[in-house]
């Protein structure tokens, strides 16, 4: 009768075991899991959010003279007239005139590879109304434009030095001269300018 009382409850803790401890086991282990999981998100969450308002911080520091100076390195928007003048301004130190200024079109600009369009994508940290931050993807825009000006080589130079020390982002993508006079040129530049869009 022992023997059969010991197997019983044998049978019974086996029982228990498959049916009640074991699922409660795992489920358990997946719980936790998870919760290191959860823990490891709240934990990158926290480091976002401190990264977040640094960021903010350093901006708030930056001076309403640097801002501006940012704003014209790198505008948020296309200011061709800004540009331009701020040209024409380099342009008359020298005594020049700017002549024959034309836009390429949008869509005859040619489309930037898979890889530099790419690498010209910038994220920034956007606060979504419930305070979870996410990104924004931002596009690093360029228009190419053309214009004339008429001078002496020594004098074109120092045009260039002068454009290549501006505050604007540009890029001379081409020059074409032709010589009317001796020692006086015609030179065609081409430039690209660029902006976050």
């Known amino acids: 009768m022992k023997r059969l009382v010991l197997l019983l409850f044998f049978l019974v803790s086996i029982g228990l075991f498959v049916v009640i401890v074991d699922p409660v086991y795992k489920e358990n282990k997946v719980l936790l899991e998870e919760r290191g999981k959860l823990d490891e998100a709240l934990a990158k969450a926290r480091e976002l959010e401190q990264a977040y308002k640094d960021l903010e911080e350093r901006a708030s520091s930056i001076s309403a003279e640097d801002y501006e100076r940012l704003q ?9 007239v800004r540009l331009i003048l701020d040209i024409d301004q380099i342009a008359r130190r020298y005594g020049l005139t700017i002549t024959g200024l034309s836009f ?5 600009q040619p489309r930037p590879s898979p890889q530099a369009a790419q690498r010209s994508a910038f994220a920034q940290p956007v606060v979504e109304e419930n305070g979870v931050i996410a990104t924004k993807d931002v596009q690093l825009q360029s228009l190419r434009f053309q214009f004339t000006v008429s001078s002496s080589y020594v004098q074109f130079l120092s045009f260039l030095r002068d454009l290549e020390k501006s505050l604007r982002l540009v890029d001379i993508v081409g020059i074409q001269f032709e010589a009317p006079e001796e020692d006086f040129y015609d030179f065609k530049v081409e430039i690209a300018t660029y902006w976050l869009g």
């Open 72 to 80: 014209r390195f790198l505008p948020d928007r296309v200011d061709n």
């Open 104 to 108: 390429q079109k949008k869509e005859e």
